[in-house]
């Protein structure tokens, strides 16, 4: 129980303004009343890559320098920059707004967005600390639940009040801005070498 309980807070609380959060805000945004694919997306997703953290995490810390993780990061925070310029071309209820829909869109993404991340990181280290693969996975996945599906509810209110153009430009210039100084080397407080 301290494992699942010790997780569950110290994701929680690394999560709060996170990339992660600003991604399910995002998300939320673009796929306006689709709140549970995207909350399904993020769960499975962070499952996935937390079990995986949990389990591998040693031999990846070892294996992948902050130098090649850095480069990782960078690129996939301009990548989401661009991602999120693009805009929607169809009628917000025409369910084919993205080719690939709500769920596939947020489980890749929040995955891939996952990769490297804090609080990834984290699970590695509660891993460790605690053994106990599934306590940690459950504690981490359900630390991320608490601090991302507000995020998503919050997502859809404000998407019915503000133009999805303004947020769009907002969460683009913010996902670019983090690339930028990632791969410039400024320490944001990821938790590995210099990044």
Request: proline letters at 3%.
């Amino acid at each position: 129980m301290e494992a699942l309980l010790s997780s569950l807070g110290m994701v929680a609380f690394a999560e709060m303004g996170d990339k992660t959060q600003l991604l399910s805000f995002v998300l939320a945004a673009r796929f306006r009343g689709q709140q549970w694919p995207i909350i399904a997306g993020i769960f499975i997703a962070t499952i996935v890559n937390h079990a995986l953290a949990a389990l591998a995490g040693d031999w990846v810390a070892m294996k992948v320098s902050p130098d090649v993780m850095r480069w990782v990061l960078g690129v996939a925070f301009l990548a989401f920059a661009a991602w999120a310029l693009v805009p929607d071309t169809l009628d917000e209820t025409d369910e084919r707004n993205n080719k690939h829909g709500a769920f596939l869109t947020t489980l890749v993404m929040f995955f891939i967005a996952e990769m490297g991340d804090k609080t990834q990181l984290a699970t590695v280290a509660l891993g460790a600390q605690f053994g106990s693969l599934l306590a940690v996975t459950m504690g981490t996945t359900l630390g991320m639940m608490v601090a991302n599906v507000p995020a998503v509810l919050l997502g859809e209110t404000l998407a019915k009040r503000f133009p999805l153009s303004k947020m769009r430009f907002i969460a683009a210039a913010i996902f670019a801005i983090f690339g930028v100084l990632i791969l410039l080397k400024v320490n944001l407080g990821l938790g590995f070498g210099g990044v």
